[in-house]
């Protein structure tokens, strides 16, 4: 069953711009990722942050967790037509691991 | 570069045929995974496996088996096609020793039932 939900499902910006996107999960987790996906590929792995990190950064992409809260947000700066994607978060919880639907963003030139 | 390989990248095929799905890596990873993916949505897990000889049902499984006899190899094979499995598939392969490096993917198979 899905464990991370991301919010919003879409989002639309101009290039330049920051983009944020959230994801919510449900039971306790060992770590969480951020995936990449580009339209009708496979995805692609970008950051991983561990239970017991609060913010982590690559590159223009930074990524924050609140084990609290249960959610997790990231956040990509100045953005470039060439981030158009889907992302998506995932979480390591048990065996597996398990994605939400991911939120599409569109980078306008 | 993409270490992990599927096959056939797109694919159409009659109801009720048998197809199987090829997933290769080079990586020598333990664990692999394959996701069955409508457009747009979310990621559903259909079968997993810890290593050789080992394989694991998720949550799709119940229309498809898989087997691994090999480290690198890890094919899907759906016994009997319905229009229901037109969806893409995508292969996954990660190292337990490396969590920080997360799930590598392959480029997916596009299948079409018709």
């Known amino acids: 069953s899905q464990q991370g939900e991301e919010d919003p499902q879409a989002l639309s910006i101009q290039e330049g711009e920051n983009a944020t996107m959230n994801c919510s999960y449900k039971?306790?987790?060992?770590?969480l990722q951020w995936y990449r996906q580009n339209s009708g590929r496979g995805l692609v792995h970008l950051i991983l942050?561990?239970?017991?990190?609060r913010e982590k950064h690559s590159g223009r992409l930074r990524v924050t967790l609140d084990t609290s809260k249960k959610s997790s947000s990231l956040l990509i700066t100045a953005s470039r037509a060439a981030d158009t994607a889907s992302y998506f978060c995932?979480?390591?919880?048990?065996?597996?691991?398990?994605f939400g639907a991911g939120t599409r963003l569109t980078v306008k030139p | 570069e993409a270490d992990i390989y599927q096959t056939p990248r797109y694919l159409v095929i009659g109801t009720g045929k048998k197809i199987t799905l090829e997933c290769s890596q080079t990586?020598?990873?333990?664990?692999m995974y394959w996701y069955q993916q409508d457009p747009g949505m979310e990621l559903h897990l259909i079968h997993y496996?810890?290593?050789?000889?080992?394989?694991e049902k998720g949550d799709l499984s119940s229309e498809s088996t898989v087997s691994r006899i090999r480290t690198e190899h890890f094919p899907l094979t759906l016994e009997s096609a319905r229009p229901s499995h037109t969806s893409q598939y995508l292969c996954?392969?990660?190292?337990?020793?490396?969590?920080?490096?997360?799930?590598?993917f392959g480029s997916g198979t596009r299948l079409t039932v018709v």
């Open positions: 996954a392969s990660s190292d337990p020793l490396q969590a920080v490096d997360g799930y590598t």
């Open positions: 039971t306790s987790i060992n770590n």
């Open positions: 942050i561990r239970s017991n990190e």
């Open positions: 995932a979480t390591d919880a048990t065996e597996d691991m398990r």
């Open positions: 990586m020598g990873h333990d664990k």
């Open positions: 496996s810890y290593g050789v000889n080992s394989t």
